[in-house]
Structure formats: C-alpha cells, structure tokens
C-alpha cells in the first residue's frame, strides 16, 4: 500500500511540473513576440499597404517561426 501511494503522489507532480513548463513557454513565446510588433504601429508603410505587397510576407514569416518555436519547446 504504501509503495502505491508514493506512485500516485509521483503522478500528480508530473502533471504539476508540465503545467509549470507550459506557463514558462508562454511567457517566452510573449517576450519573443513582443519586440518583433512593438516596431510595427510606429511605420505607417505596413497597415497602408495592400496585401498583395511584400510586406505582407515578413510577418507570415515571423508567425511561422514562432510556431516553429512553439513545436520545439513542446517536443522537450
């Protein structure tokens, strides 16, 4: 009984430390974010201009890179 009871308390901390790791990428995939936007409102070139430009495809890109982040993070 007692060797059960130390296997569930072990389950229940595995849980707790994943959600840990969960908010610590979070926050890291915020900070990531942050700077690559904070530039944006400031040039009126971007929001001004048609999608069918170029600018449009530097902020895909950045989307797929942090997606790209966010599957590397969760595979550890």
């Given at each position: 009984l007692v060797i059960r009871?130390?296997?569930v308390e072990e389950e229940i901390?595995?849980?707790a430390h994943d959600d840990v790791d969960q908010e610590n990428v979070i926050e890291e995939i915020a900070d990531v974010?942050?700077?690559p936007t904070s530039p944006l409102p400031p040039s009126p070139i971007i929001p001004s201009s048609?999608?069918?430009q170029s600018p449009r495809t530097s902020p895909s890109q950045a989307?797929?890179?942090t997606s790209?982040?966010?599957q590397q993070v969760?595979?550890?």
């Open positions: 009871e130390e296997d901390q595995v849980p974010v942050a700077p048609p999608p069918h989307a797929k890179g790209i982040l966010v969760l595979d550890k």
